[in-house]
């Protein structure tokens, strides 16, 4: 019986988002086999948000204006 649920987020500056490493981190968290990796383990179960990519104050709105513009929430991951 899950007893708390909690999100994980990477963060980087939106810039990264270009470089070799986090192209290739992102391809890897949005394969299916990662995904089915990371769903075996117990405790974990990532749904199609993982791997996305979203502007650091839309997924943190309680941070209003005080959010980097330039920064990007990367990774999502949602353990039942």
Do not use: W
């Not at 999100?7 to 490493?21: D, H, I, N, T």
């Not at 986090?22 to 749904?47: H, Q």
């Not at 996305?52 to 039942?80: D, M, Q």
Request: net charge negative; hydrophobic share 40%.
């Amino acid at each position: 019986m899950p007893i708390q649920t909690e999100r994980y987020f990477l963060l980087c500056e939106e810039r990264a988002l270009e470089s070799p490493g986090v192209a290739t981190l992102l391809e890897i968290v949005r394969s299916g086999e990662f995904k089915a990796a990371v769903n075996a383990l117990p405790g974990y179960k990532i749904d199609e948000t993982t791997g996305s990519v979203a502007h650091l104050e839309s997924t943190f709105s309680s941070l209003g204006t005080k959010a980097e513009r330039n920064t990007v929430a990367l990774i999502r991951t949602y353990p039942p």
